[in-house]
């Protein structure tokens, strides 16, 4: 048997109740119960989740690399919308 | 310096403890031996965990049948120190890897009864085996659940994947029926209500197992004469292969640790 013509998919694990899904890694199966399967076995050995998703590799869209600059650098110089930006007179206390 | 083979005082309770770790550890270090050789890594992973499901039910049980005999045994001189007479594990479990389709089809065969097996067995009178049954039953809820997907692939794949199923299906067919008989000591306990009598699950398993081999594709051979002896010791010649390789480094280092 050969992986070549297995599908690429993508695994997320959610560990906690009110956290999110995320990103472990990836695998290769044949179909989406099979992936789902092979993402408990590869990804919650060590008691890591309570609920996986998979998702097909070929259906995420990806921002190119090449277009670093033009999609995150202007974000860069705009450091008032960080909270820490402002001042926050001493009156207030804690918000 | 070999070390000498234990005896066991087998009472009943002990007898069954021991037959149902046996069940467990076999078939557990079958699966190990595909570690690093299977058709792909997920299913690598995916057999290591299923060994390792069965090889820590095998300690539970060979824990409880040690406390049980009280004769000094453990479950390290029951797993490393019994000769192939003293092992009384189903002959189905025993049997060779074969190709990636037959150590599916053993594994399914075995899961489609250790699932209800363990199940019923939740109701145990027997507190120590009601919660190992606990613990395995959901265990061997996902052996069944992924061997299943398997022969399901396999059997309705490509006619090499198909060809290769419905031979381990017939090779392994006369093997499944010893599951269901219980043995004279196993009697005694079925009547107390310590266990349960395995036979009451055959239909069960003839249910599940028609349903998959259906969808699969694959035919179902009729129900005939089946192998037996396992529980009485009485082996093929696979398993004092497989024990010589698992009790080497007892049997040369005694009491060698790591």
Redesign the interface.
Same mark, same amino acid.
């Not at chain 1, 960080?82 to 207030?92: A, G, L, N, R, S």
């Not at chain 2, 690598?44 to 539970?60: E, F, H, S, V, Y």
């Not at chain 2, 613990?135 to 996902?142: I, V």
């Not at chain 2, 069944?144 to 290769?164: C, F, K, N, Q, Y």
């Given at each position: 048997? #050969? #992986?070549q013509n297995?599908p690429l998919w993508e695994v997320f694990i959610r560990s906690r109740n009110g956290l999110a899904h995320k990103h472990v890694g990836s !695998?290769?199966?044949?179909?989406p #119960?099979?992936a789902l399967?092979?993402a &408990?076995? !590869?990804y919650t &050995?060590r008691g890591e989740g309570l609920s996986i998703w998979v998702v097909p590799s070929n259906a995420i869209i990806a921002s190119d690399p090449a277009d670093k600059g033009m999609m995150f650098e202007p974000a860069a110089s705009k450091i008032y919308r960080h909270p820490t930006f402002y001042d926050v007179p001493d009156e207030i206390g804690h918000m | 310096m070999a070390a000498a083979m234990i005896t066991v005082a087998e009472t009943p309770l002990v007898r069954y403890a021991l037959a149902r770790a046996d069940d467990a550890l076999i078939l557990g270090h079958r699966l190990s031996e595909w570690c690093g050789h299977a058709?792909? +890594?997920?299913?690598d +992973?995916?057999l290591a965990?299923i060994g390792l499901d069965l090889i820590g039910q095998a300690r539970a049980l060979y824990g409880y049948a040690a406390e049980v005999e009280a004769a000094g045994n453990d479950e390290d001189r029951y797993a490393y120190l019994r000769d192939v007479r003293q092992y009384r594990n189903l002959l189905l479990v025993e049997q060779p890897n074969g190709d990636?389709a037959r150590t599916i089809l053993r594994q399914f065969f075995y899961s489609a009864f250790a699932d209800p097996y363990w199940r019923a067995m939740m109701g145990s009178t027997d507190p120590s085996l009601a919660a190992i049954a606990a613990k395995s039953e959901k265990e061997s809820a996902?052996h069944l $659940?992924?061997s299943a997907?398997w022969v399901i $692939?396999l059997g309705d794949g490509t006619d090499e994947s198909h060809a290769r199923a419905q031979a381990a299906v017939e090779e392994l067919w006369p093997y499944t029926g010893e599951a269901f008989l219980p043995d004279e000591a196993e009697r005694g306990l079925i009547a107390e209500g310590v266990v349960i009598d395995p036979e009451s699950l055959r239909d069960i398993w003839s249910t599940t197992v028609a349903a998959v081999l259906a969808e699969a594709t694959l035919a179902t051979p009729p129900t005939g004469w089946s192998q037996r002896g396992g529980r009485d010791g009485r082996h093929s010649e696979h398993l004092g292969h497989l024990l010589s390789e698992l009790q080497v480094l007892q049997r040369s280092y005694p009491g060698a640790k790591w």
């Amino acid at each position: 048997m #050969t #992986t070549q013509n297995f599908p690429l998919w993508e695994v997320f694990i959610r560990s906690r109740n009110g956290l999110a899904h995320k990103h472990v890694g990836s !695998l290769h199966a044949a179909d989406p #119960t099979m992936a789902l399967q092979a993402a &408990r076995d !590869l990804y919650t &050995r060590r008691g890591e989740g309570l609920s996986i998703w998979v998702v097909p590799s070929n259906a995420i869209i990806a921002s190119d690399p090449a277009d670093k600059g033009m999609m995150f650098e202007p974000a860069a110089s705009k450091i008032y919308r960080h909270p820490t930006f402002y001042d926050v007179p001493d009156e207030i206390g804690h918000m | 310096m070999a070390a000498a083979m234990i005896t066991v005082a087998e009472t009943p309770l002990v007898r069954y403890a021991l037959a149902r770790a046996d069940d467990a550890l076999i078939l557990g270090h079958r699966l190990s031996e595909w570690c690093g050789h299977a058709p792909m +890594m997920e299913e690598d +992973m995916a057999l290591a965990n299923i060994g390792l499901d069965l090889i820590g039910q095998a300690r539970a049980l060979y824990g409880y049948a040690a406390e049980v005999e009280a004769a000094g045994n453990d479950e390290d001189r029951y797993a490393y120190l019994r000769d192939v007479r003293q092992y009384r594990n189903l002959l189905l479990v025993e049997q060779p890897n074969g190709d990636f389709a037959r150590t599916i089809l053993r594994q399914f065969f075995y899961s489609a009864f250790a699932d209800p097996y363990w199940r019923a067995m939740m109701g145990s009178t027997d507190p120590s085996l009601a919660a190992i049954a606990a613990k395995s039953e959901k265990e061997s809820a996902y052996h069944l $659940r992924h061997s299943a997907e398997w022969v399901i $692939r396999l059997g309705d794949g490509t006619d090499e994947s198909h060809a290769r199923a419905q031979a381990a299906v017939e090779e392994l067919w006369p093997y499944t029926g010893e599951a269901f008989l219980p043995d004279e000591a196993e009697r005694g306990l079925i009547a107390e209500g310590v266990v349960i009598d395995p036979e009451s699950l055959r239909d069960i398993w003839s249910t599940t197992v028609a349903a998959v081999l259906a969808e699969a594709t694959l035919a179902t051979p009729p129900t005939g004469w089946s192998q037996r002896g396992g529980r009485d010791g009485r082996h093929s010649e696979h398993l004092g292969h497989l024990l010589s390789e698992l009790q080497v480094l007892q049997r040369s280092y005694p009491g060698a640790k790591w």
